[in-house]
């Protein structure tokens, strides 16, 4: 019997295969849980047959972003290419096209939200310069359809729309493909569609620092881990930072905190206790059985706590893989927990969504918020707080009501 010496043919694109099986990894431990050889296994190949395509785990990370924002940039310019007369035409079919990639592939905009901080800088400004570049064509499209709109609120709203495909990859919820799809333009088109509410005429004076007294050493440190963690991430930073950012010596911090995971946990309980606290609040100044109030001032309770600290942008920031099971669960638990609080009056208000429609929707307003707080170009807006209430409002489709 004849043997063939004819090697196995490598499938022709084992790059970007090679590049799909880390995302999905990198996007259930984070970029720190996984190795090369979790990668390699994974994907059926050796370590040396991994490093053929790729130099390092920054360069496969940077592989799955700029192929992410390769196809933004062909659906973009597919959908304005005639950008005319018929403007509206090809804002639709843009918004179809985006959803369509949001649902399709998640892991990318997980990955980029929560784990571009690990590329390289030069992989990171090209991602920046190439997503600018994107946002602007929507802007500009954008203020063809809404031409009363100032330049700097369209691309407000362009901010806001894209943040309702990127709120895909903060939860793992679905529903069937083309419905999803669908939902997310609807969700979409309102936010684009909002009337921002108009600046006060004088800016609000800043309350007066009258405290009793010097803060606790533990109520300073977990002040700077907030600031620091919230700036650049969670394994990016030391004991020894924490305690120099406090005037102390790094070993000090472990006499308040067992570990730097103890400090987040510390943060995230804290945070979860804002939102209790400020939902309970807001829940019990509502008229029953009006839910549509309730919707309102939840949205309010949370904008305030968003903007008024850091915390939450540091709960909500992904680094949670970075503490103990144990303690993820029951935080992730009590996240959970408040987004249903918002599930199940958004059913009642809109009672032709399902749960997980409802869901979804929850999550792209809450992504807004928290996606437009934490951007560094929207921060000085005067009227920053009613805005983000505003484009939830939206969101959720209960500002006509």
């Known amino acids: ?58 360069a496969i990370l940077a592989y799955v972003l700029l192929s992410g924002i390769a196809d933004m940039e062909s659906a973009t310019a597919e959908a304005l290419s005639t950008l005319d007369s018929s403007g509206p035409d090809r804002i639709d079919a843009l918004l179809g096209s985006l959803a369509a990639q949001a649902v399709e592939r998640r892991e990318v905009a997980a990955l980029w939200r929560w784990e571009g901080k690990h590329l390289a800088p030069e992989d990171q400004r090209e991602i920046r310069r190439r997503s600018g570049a994107v946002l602007q064509a929507w ?166 706590t968003l903007t008024v600290s850091g915390e939450l942008a540091v709960a909500f920031s992904g680094d949670l893989n970075g503490i103990p099971e144990r303690d993820h669960a029951e935080l992730v638990r009590v996240q959970r927990d408040y987004v249903a609080q918002w599930v199940r009056l958004l059913s009642a208000v809109h009672p032709a969504l399902n749960a997980r429609e409802a869901k979804i929707t929850v999550h792209a307003a809450l992504t807004i918020a928290n996606d437009l707080a934490r951007t560094r170009r929207f921060a000085a807006r005067p009227n920053l707080r009613a805005e983000l209430v505003a484009l939830m409002g939206a969101a959720l489709d209960i500002n006509s009501r």
């Open 139 to 304: 802007t500009k499209a954008l203020l063809t359809r809404r031409p009363d709109l100032d330049p700097a609120d369209a691309e407000l709203l362009c901010w806001a729309g894209l943040s309702v495909y990127g709120s895909v990859s903060v939860h793992h919820t679905t529903v069937a493909k083309r419905r999803f799809g669908a939902l997310l333009v609807e969700i979409a088109q309102r936010v684009l569609h909002v009337t921002l509410p108009a600046p006060p005429g004088e800016p609000e004076p800043a309350p007066p620092q009258t405290g009793l007294g010097t803060p606790s050493r533990r109520e300073q440190l977990l002040e700077a881990a907030t600031e620091l963690f919230r700036r650049r991430g969670f394994h990016a930073v030391s004991m020894e930072e924490i305690g120099a950012a406090t005037g102390i010596a790094g070993p000090s911090v472990y006499r308040h905190f067992p570990s730097k995971a103890g400090l987040m946990i510390a943060i995230c309980q804290r945070a979860a206790d804002r939102l209790a606290l400020g939902a309970e609040y807001a829940l019990r100044r509502s008229s029953p059985p009006d839910e549509n109030e309730a919707l309102r001032r939840l949205t309010e309770s949370y904008v305030h």
């Open 1 to 58: 019997m004849e043997h063939s010496t004819e090697r196995p043919r490598r499938p022709r694109d084992r790059k970007s295969q090679l590049a799909t099986v880390a995302a999905e990894l990198f996007r259930a431990r984070g970029f720190h849980g996984v190795g090369i050889n979790d990668i390699a296994a994974a994907a059926g190949v050796t370590g040396p047959a991994l490093y053929r395509h790729f130099a390092d785990k920054r």
